[in-house]
């Protein structure tokens, strides 16, 4: 288990690249930010194990493990870090599998530098402690307001492109399954993709969906569903579970 992940504020580099690497750890240390540099995927676990990363930057191809590896191992281990990846050779069909494994993005070389500065701001927002992904405006307010009084620092989305937009993602995602723009069970894979430890309550008001989607909750321990309309103080009780666990 990888420990004190979000403790400090560096970035890990990793670029096998020595001419590319140092211009990147100049460029990034001149926008503000603390980094290291590693060559390979195998100094970057090494080098992670010991905590202190907001986030990691590393190349496609990599002597040894490449950087998809890298993203595997991490998930695998259960670091939620952030994972940019950078490459000249990657094709969209690589690019997109790449974030099904979680890849917070995926930047084409040259590095659009802007970009990258600004996903890597990103890793320094404030933390919340619930993401809440639900498409009705009043349920979603007034569920933000109730955990706000309990203590809660609620982050709202109203459908799945918002949901998935965040960076920095709380410990506990309460999630409709039915959203405008998809289902929320999708929605989940790809937010556990980025974070393998995230604790999900789902919610419906629709009692077909919850009858096939218990049949895939089973995949997670740590994964519930609850029917509308549900027991606020219920769903309180379990997210501060969640949230004390995480």
């Known amino acids: 288990m990888f ?15 020595p001419d590319l690497a140092e211009n990147l750890l100049e460029l990034v240390e001149g926008e503000g930010f603390s980094a290291d540099v590693v060559s390979t995927a195998e100094a970057a676990l090494e080098r992670l194990q010991h905590g202190g990363y907001r986030g990691v930057i590393t190349d496609y191809r990599l002597p040894g493990c490449s950087g998809v590896d890298l993203l595997r191992l991490l998930r695998a281990r259960d670091c939620p870090l952030p994972v940019i990846l950078v490459s000249a050779f990657l094709d ?54 109730a955990l706000t009084n309990c203590g809660f620092s609620p982050l709202v989305s109203g459908d799945s492109r918002s949901a998935l937009a965040h960076r920095a993602l709380p410990p506990v995602a309460l999630i409709d ?43 997670w321990a740590t994964t519930e569903l609850l029917l509308k309309p549900f027991d606020l103080p219920q769903l309180i009780r379990r997210l501060e579970a969640f949230v004390t666990a995480a």
């Open 3 to 17: 420990r004190g992940t979000l403790r400090d504020g560096r970035l890990l580099i990793v670029e096998d690249d």
């Open 92 to 145: 969209p069909a690589s690019a997109g599998r790449a974030e099904e494994l979680g890849a917070l993005a995926v930047l084409e070389k040259p590095i659009n530098i802007g970009r990258l500065f600004d996903l890597a701001r990103e890793f320094f927002e404030p933390a919340h402690s619930v993401l809440i992904v639900e498409d009705n405006e009043t349920l979603a307010e007034n569920l933000a307001e």
């Open 177 to 219: 399954l039915r959203l405008p723009d998809g289902n929320g069970f999708d929605v989940a894979l790809r937010l556990l993709a980025r974070n393998p430890a995230l604790k999900i309550v789902f919610v419906t008001a629709h009692a077909d969906l919850a009858h096939k989607e218990r049949l895939s909750q089973a995949l």
